[in-house]
């Protein structure tokens, strides 16, 4: 056909999304261009929009090699809408709670031009309403939950906050991570002293973007460098264990990804780091989304600056949410930390990985004994150890014979990247599968991405069964 020409990109698939402007529901096409993919959306009233997906279309092709089915979750909400209207969790989610995100207030002591939830002056969250809401995520996951963060606005200045991880502990929440942006812990030995009695299955998820005065006052609003420094000086003098948690946007901190690992390697109670792209919701409103950093963009990043020491298919997939977690694991072998992965072929083993963000060696280990001694997938557990002994030959042994949680902390060190949804790359496979679940004061359970984009008010509305508003 005579001036015919091809398109300038490739479809791969099609999805729903939201107009980036109106946020009403969407066709797009998942496209692949220029090495990258993209979501080509068309609204009726705000025309055509190319949003950015991936930055890395390999990455992208591969996940789904390690995408398994997801684990049911009791409805609390009706399919009226459709998604992501009718949270939830609503009966046609795919993922059960694999980290329950309880919000104890929306006050804080920062003002970051970054925060998700436009946190500032506000209420606290009274002890009787937080054992209901712990009850509920109990109760909707069978008496089986795994991870509760303890997050705000800034839950440090909630002034029953010791009592809130006691009662989390003593409703027998496997995991409890406290969120915050360290400032009571650097200035509050005595608060840190106290979070000591909470060691075993406690950790402090911490707030750590850079190393300098410019990332600091981007993204937070002040310089915290100092501030850092002594709330890691405090938890280390008392043994508490430290997740770094780093907001990463172009232009600001990018470039200090692999720095932010060399720290955490080298710090004595830092057990792990967590990099989050910046997600477009809250007080997100000048950044450029067509400039946005992904969960494949921090990947090869990481390689480029680790010279060798991580590459991208180091990490894998979450099965749980394999759209929007990556992970791995390094080990310390003869003084050096070496990633676990690089010599295992993962995707042989996804029955031994359950659906949940909880992925702890441990976790693993024990899985493959249990299956050893039915006699379950033999060979697969038989590779598996082939393939990691050479790596962690005590390790295996100390989790096998259950003398495991000093070693594991002291060798093991955990890299994950998490990456949400807002109004550009809103793709409704993944938000389906979305994990990391906000539990409400009125005992619904709503995905983060969701909650953030549409259902947050900023207030909190009291416990009263069958609610269905917004709170």
Not at 60 to 77: I, K, M, S, V
Not at 151 to 163: A, V
Not at 441 to 462: I, T, V, W
């Amino acid at each position: 056909m005579n001036g015919a020409h091809e398109r300038p990109y490739t479809l791969h698939a099609v999805t729903m999304s939201l107009c980036s402007q109106c946020l009403a529901p969407v066709p797009a096409k998942v496209i692949f261009q220029h090495g990258a993919v993209y979501l080509l959306k068309n609204c009726l009233q705000h025309g055509v929009q190319q949003e950015l997906l991936e930055e890395d279309r390999d990455w992208y092709l591969q996940r789904y090699t390690y995408d398994r089915p997801g684990t049911d979750a009791a409805p609390q909400t009706e399919t009226r809408r459709g998604c992501p209207y009718d949270c939830g969790l609503c009966p046609d989610h795919e993922q059960h709670t694999c980290i329950g995100l309880l919000e104890v207030t929306n006050a804080c002591d920062l003002h970051c031009p970054v925060c998700f939830a436009n946190a500032g002056t506000g209420t606290f969250l009274p002890l009787h309403t937080i054992a209901a809401m712990l009850d509920a995520y109990q109760d909707s996951e069978d008496g089986a939950a795994e991870v509760l963060q303890i997050s705000g606005g800034e839950p440090t200045t909630h002034p029953q906050i010791l009592e809130i991880i006691a009662l989390a502990r003593e409703k027998h929440i496997r995991y409890v991570m406290l969120n915050t942006n360290g400032k009571r812990l650097a200035e509050d030995r005595d608060f840190v002293r106290a979070l000591g009695q909470f060691r075993t299955g406690f950790e402090i998820y911490l707030q750590f973007d850079g190393f300098t005065r410019e990332v600091h006052e981007r993204l937070r609003g002040e310089d915290l460098t100092a501030l850092k420094e002594r709330a890691l000086a405090n938890l280390a003098d008392f043994g508490v264990p430290v997740t770094l948690v780093a907001t990463v946007q172009q232009g600001v901190n990018e470039h200090e990804l692999g720095r932010l690992v060399e720290f955490g390697l080298n710090h004595p109670v830092v057990r792990g780091i967590n990099f989050q792209p910046l997600a477009f919701s809250g007080r997100v409103t000048d950044a450029d989304p067509a400039r946005r950093i992904t969960l494949s963009g921090i990947l090869r990043r990481l390689e480029l600056q680790m010279a060798g020491m991580l590459r991208m298919n180091d990490f894998i997939p979450l099965p749980c949410d394999a759209d929007r977690v990556a992970v791995t694991f390094l080990y310390r072998d003869k003084g050096a930390f070496v990633p676990v992965t690089r010599h295992l072929q993962a995707k042989n083993y996804l029955s031994l990985f359950k659906n949940t963000l909880a992925f702890y060696p441990q976790d693993v280990f024990h899985k493959m004994a249990e299956e050893l001694c039915s006699g379950a997938q033999t060979c697969n557990c038989l590779g598996f150890l082939k393939d990691l002994l050479p790596l962690a030959p005590l390790g295996v042994k100390a989790a096998l014979t259950g003398d495991k949680a000093t070693f594991l902390n002291d060798n093991f060190f955990r890299i994950t990247v998490t990456s949400f949804l807002d109004r550009y790359n809103f793709d409704m496979k993944s938000m389906k599968k979305e994990c990391v679940h906000v539990l409400t004061p009125d005992l619904r359970k709503m995905p983060f991405s969701a909650c953030n984009l549409l259902h947050r008010e900023g207030g909190f509305a009291p416990p009263h069964p069958g609610a269905r508003t917004s709170w």
